[in-house]
């Protein structure tokens, strides 16, 4: 480390003052910090004292990201070698899903790292950290065989619309990722569930898997509960859908270590999920003759679509979402509520949770203006 620290201090000097490179400087500094810790103080609010910066934190969120990413490949060639019935090994349909979800990153960083570089010399500011886990979470709550270049879209859509024209990294109001995805749902729908999201040409050929299980339960007939797959196969994600959002149990050794880490609030992830048993206990038991939406129990809605990935990785975003601890349950509830509600009253779209928490997104500052309102009158009327 000490051979890199020397060059960095070398080439320093054409970055800054007059340096024929100072237009670059955001270059060098995202570099420069991200292997080193930085010795620049804060001058100006906001103050957190702790001893891990931005950089670090982000970093944490990849490395909680890496269970469901590594899942995420294997599953791509395990499902694409069930399409065309193909008996490979751990390493062939590990390395066959490479070969579809590496190019996908590889757009995806590369037209976000651009997007990123223009900003930050135009605006002359370093270079934010944010795009480091916005960039690893956009492939993986995206179909496999999406074009690349609809990827490359969304992610300009997702870092200029979602996040540089609030002013970059602690402004944005809705998370980028999930605008991405929305903006591909919402643009190029057939690409984004249903059959065509699982379509693998072989030969000229069309080859379709089964329907994923949130597709299956709404095309359900009432009284006859087939979701197509086993509980089991959803739990551990050996099933058809977005790329690192098929195994709850990769997604959760993820939320494991952000708690552990403290890097997410497990309050947040707490009251999604109680939001969203609560929701479906209720439609459960008022029941439908003719939705059969309406009778998915909760362990099934844990599994299906999105739900865990976004809890885990998408609620939990710390610019997005709530702050206060109060604000933080409602914020919750109000997530796991609307994920069920969307999925099952609205028969157009059986995946609930990306729209769930863009629009508890929305609501966050509201509730922590109130959180904060009441914490202050508690106080005032203990004084009295």
């Not at 494991?256 to 969203?276: D, K, Y």
């Not at 995946?351 to 009158?377: C, H, R, S, T």
């Amino acid at each position: 480390m000490k051979f890199l620290r020397n060059i960095l201090d070398k080439v320093e000097g054409n970055f800054t003052g007059d340096g024929k490179l100072k237009r670059f400087y955001p270059v060098y500094e995202m570099i420069d910090t991200f292997l080193f810790t930085p010795s620049v103080q804060t001058k100006s609010a906001p103050y957190i004292r702790d001893s891990i910066d931005l950089k670090r934190s982000m970093v944490f969120v990849v490395l909680a990201l890496l269970p469901a990413f590594f899942f995420g490949m294997y599953n791509v060639g395990y499902q694409d070698s069930v399409i065309n019935g193909i008996n490979a090994d751990i390493m062939g349909n590990f390395l066959k899903g490479a070969k579809v979800v590496l190019p996908i990153y590889i757009v995806v960083f590369t037209v976000g790292g651009f997007c990123e570089l223009i900003f930050s010399i135009v605006r002359k500011h370093e270079i934010n950290e944010g795009f480091l886990v916005t960039g690893f979470l956009i492939p993986l709550c995206l179909p496999p065989t999406i074009p690349l270049w609809m990827v490359a879209v969304a992610t300009i859509f997702g870092v200029v619309i979602g996040k540089e024209i609030f002013g970059g990294t602690g402004y944005n109001v809705f998370n980028p990722a999930l605008l991405a995805r929305a903006f591909l749902f919402f643009s190029y729908p057939v690409y984004m569930s249903g059959d065509k999201a699982w379509t693998i040409a072989r030969n000229g050929e069309d080859a379709i898997t089964q329907a994923t299980p949130l597709l299956s339960a709404s095309s359900n007939v009432v009284g006859s509960p087939d979701y197509g797959v086993e509980w089991a196969d959803a739990f551990f994600g050996l099933i058809p859908g977005s790329i690192g959002e098929t195994s709850t149990v990769a997604i959760l050794l993820g939320a494991i270590f952000l708690i552990i880490t403290g890097i997410a609030s497990f309050r947040v992830m707490l009251f999604t999920c109680i939001g969203m048993i609560l929701t479906s206990l209720f439609l459960n038991n008022i029941g439908s003759s003719t939705n059969a939406m309406f009778h998915i129990p909760p362990h099934w809605h844990f599994v299906m679509g999105g739900f865990a990935f976004g809890m885990v990785f998408m609620a939990t975003d710390p610019v997005s979402s709530a702050q206060t601890n109060r604000g933080k349950t409602y914020y919750g509830l109000l997530i796991g509520s609307m994920c069920v509600l969307i999925r099952c009253i609205n028969p157009a779209y059986p995946e609930g949770m990306m729209l769930a928490i863009l629009f508890a997104n929305a609501f966050a500052p509201l509730f922590d203006y109130y959180a904060v309102q009441a914490n202050i009158k508690r106080r005032k009327n203990g004084y009295k």
